[in-house]
């Protein structure tokens, strides 16, 4: 090595590039009930789906760090069925370079741990990054094990529920949720963070980065051409065995307020006996 | 056969184990066998309080600096690979817990089942029952691999009752070699201090949505907790919009809450918030507006602008 490739290392950084990895996830509509496939007894993800809000925060900091550094990308990653690109579409239109989309019937049924092992597969195949960013837990099968699971599967450090996140001179600066408070936490380069909802405020897609969204780059794969096996049911080490509807919990009585209404909510907890 | 040997990851907070903790370590017992528990900490401080629950011991991991989840996990591994073979490990939701179960099952290359509400085995099969949609279905899984099977519990599944064990013998476990996977490190811990009942042990607890338009709107829902020696809540949306501190969080990502009496004021009801309250015994709505979901699962629901009731309430309540 040269004198002066040692210098240009042992320099403290103020500006590199960054590359940012985002795991997005695309589901139904929160707005609409969910279903599950009577068949197959998994969650129905048919017609159109959409970018989960929790990975709106994900994308938005990944954009945010990009532009602090000077100089990077931030590229996506996700898993849905049926080539489903609606949800990666507004990623990108916020301001994300490209996408890998890992699309494959054989994936329906796999448990978390193969997922995570499916988008540890499209991010190395994305060459990796400085920082990979993923939500704390999908909207809408919430297992909350993913983005951890797939820091392990890649051998890296992970701040799980960062609620405040910098990086300064190529190390990573989080503010951690705890049960008691929080920590501060730092972590070096390259590292998995997982975000909680309004970490930051994500931006909304401009007309033009609707436009540009269109023509960006969506790489899709499947399973076997990330080297994947076994995936879906086969793969997953769990079967469901049953599906009941749980008690119901019937609506009481449902008033307009007329300017006197508190007096029934006095009424009811004297009921209750706890006034 | 069968489920003989049980553990339980803890969660410590404030010195003590959690109360979904305790609620792991009673269910683990109704399996017979033995129940160890791991804590990422002090040990000697709980061991007493993990026996009286049924624990005979508790394996305690001094993680340092490191963050306790990969430690922990990497000491499980650790363990099993020393010649334990737990058949069972039971997490509680919690930080700590999810970030454990999640870095062991890729360590042990296996599943792990979360959100679960209840578990049954029978012979050597395991089943863990989750709620899904709000609630409104319970999905029942089976576990098809090999033990140990991985299982994690949301808060509230079951009732915490002591066995008057004694306490529990303390082994510790140290942190293996992380590489680059313990390079992340903790600088500084903050301890939120919060007054009046814990939000998750509250007879009655008060939350506040969107509805009440404005941070400072807050303050009633804090006088009201007060007047009724309850706890304040939030939904969501106030606490992502910065108006009160995560610790408040009633929902599926928050604290999962039984009150006696909930008072869920200018919250909608989404699906996220309902998980998280629908186990209370009786619950009282408040919201403008009449489609709300909250009113479907409400025993009184008020049609109107919280912030006309919401005065009249305190004013009636202070006359008292």
Redesign the interface.
């Known amino acids: 090595m040269s004198d002066g490739l040692c210098e240009t290392a042992h320099k403290p950084q103020e500006w590199r590039t960054m590359n940012v990895i985002v795991c997005v996830k695309q589901i139904p509509d929160?707005a609409n009930?969910?279903a599950?496939d009577a068949t197959s007894?998994t969650?129905k993800r048919e017609g159109k789906l959409i970018l989960d809000e929790s990975d709106s925060y994900g994308v938005e900091m990944a954009l945010q760090l990009v532009d602090a550094a000077g100089s990077g990308e931030v590229s996506l990653v996700s898993m849905a069925p049926n080539s489903e690109t609606a949800g990666l579409r507004t990623a990108l239109a916020m301001g994300a370079a490209k996408a890998v989309l890992v699309s494959d019937p054989a994936l329906q049924g796999s448990?978390?741990?193969t997922t995570?092992k499916i988008l540890a597969a499209a991010i190395q195949r994305l060459g990796g990054a400085d920082l990979i960013i993923a939500a704390?837990?999908s909207?809408d099968g919430?297992?909350?094990?993913?983005?951890?699971?797939i820091?392990?599967?890649l051998?890296?450090?992970?701040?799980?529920?960062a609620?405040k996140v910098s990086i300064e001179g190529g190390v990573l600066k989080a503010d951690?949720?705890?049960?008691?408070?929080?920590?501060?936490?730092?972590?070096?380069l390259p590292?998995l963070i997982s975000v909680?909802?309004?970490v930051v405020e994500p931006r909304y897609p401009s007309f033009k980065g609707i436009m540009a969204a269109k023509s960006k780059p969506v790489d899709e794969v499947t399973a076997a051409d990330l080297g994947v096996t076994p995936v879906g049911w086969a793969g997953?080490?769990?079967?469901?065995?049953?599906?009941?509807?749980?008690e119901?919990?019937a609506?009481?009585?449902?008033?307009?307020?007329d300017?006197e209404?508190?007096?029934?909510?006095?009424t009811?907890?004297e009921g209750?006996k706890?006034? | 056969m069968g489920i003989s040997n049980i553990w339980v990851f803890a969660?410590v907070?404030?010195g003590a184990p959690?109360s979904g903790s305790l609620e792991l370590v009673t269910k683990a017992r109704t399996f017979g066998g033995t129940v160890s528990v791991w804590v990422a900490g002090d040990g000697a401080a709980v061991a007493g309080a993990l026996g009286e629950y049924g624990a005979s011991k508790v394996f305690a991991v001094d993680y340092g600096q490191n963050?306790a989840?990969?430690s922990v996990?990497s000491a499980m591994k650790a363990t099993i690979d020393g010649g334990e073979s737990p058949d069972l490990i039971m997490f509680p939701?919690?930080?700590?817990g999810?970030?454990v179960?999640?870095?062991l099952?890729?360590?042990l290359?296996?599943?792990?089942?979360?959100?679960s509400v209840d578990i049954e085995a029978a012979g050597d099969s395991v089943?863990a029952t989750t709620?899904?949609?709000g609630?409104?279905?319970?999905?029942?899984?089976?576990?098809?691999?090999g033990a140990p099977y991985l299982a994690a519990f949301r808060p509230k599944s079951f009732n915490p009752e002591a066995s008057g064990g004694a306490a529990a013998a303390v082994q510790a476990v140290s942190v293996p070699d992380l590489?680059?996977?313990?390079?992340?490190?903790?600088?500084?811990?903050?301890?939120?201090e919060t007054t009046g009942p814990k939000l998750d042990e509250a007879?009655?607890v008060v939350s506040g949505g969107r509805g009440l338009g404005e941070s400072a709107n807050y303050a009633m829902i804090e006088t009201l907790a007060k007047l009724?020696k309850g706890a304040p809540g939030a939904s969501?949306a106030i606490?992502?919009?910065?108006w009160v501190p995560?610790?408040y969080q009633v929902g599926?990502?928050g604290k999962v809450v039984k009150p006696?009496?909930y008072?869920a004021a200018g919250i909608s009801g989404a699906?996220?918030h309902m998980v998280g309250m629908?186990g209370s015994k009786?619950i009282?709505a408040?919201n403008k507006d009449?489609e709300a979901p909250i009113?479907?699962?409400?025993?009184?629901?008020?049609?109107?602008?919280v912030h006309?009731?919401l005065p009249?309430?305190i004013e009636?309540?202070q006359a008292?």
């Open positions: 929160p009930p969910g599950l007894n969650l448990d978390a741990l995570a704390t837990e909207s919430y297992t909350g094990t993913v983005p951890e699971q820091a392990e599967v051998g890296l450090p992970s701040v799980t529920f609620k951690r949720q705890t049960e008691e408070g929080y920590d501060e936490v730092t972590c070096p590292a909680t909802a309004g997953a080490g769990q079967q469901i065995s049953n599906i009941a509807q749980a119901a919990r609506a009481g009585e449902v008033i307009e307020d300017g209404t508190f007096g029934k909510i006095v009811f907890l209750l706890v006034i | 969660q907070a404030n959690t963050l989840g990969v996990a939701q919690s930080y700590e999810r970030d179960m999640a870095r099952s890729v360590k290359g296996r599943t792990v089942l979360t959100n089943s709620p899904i949609f609630g409104n279905t319970l999905v029942t899984t089976t576990f098809t691999g590489g680059a996977t313990g390079t992340a490190k903790i600088t500084a811990v903050h301890v939120e007879n009655i009724l969501r606490v992502d919009a910065g995560y610790s599926q990502t006696s009496v008072i699906t996220q629908k009786n009282i408040i009449k009113f479907g699962i409400a025993d009184l629901g008020i049609v109107g602008d006309k009731v009249k309430l009636a309540l008292r």
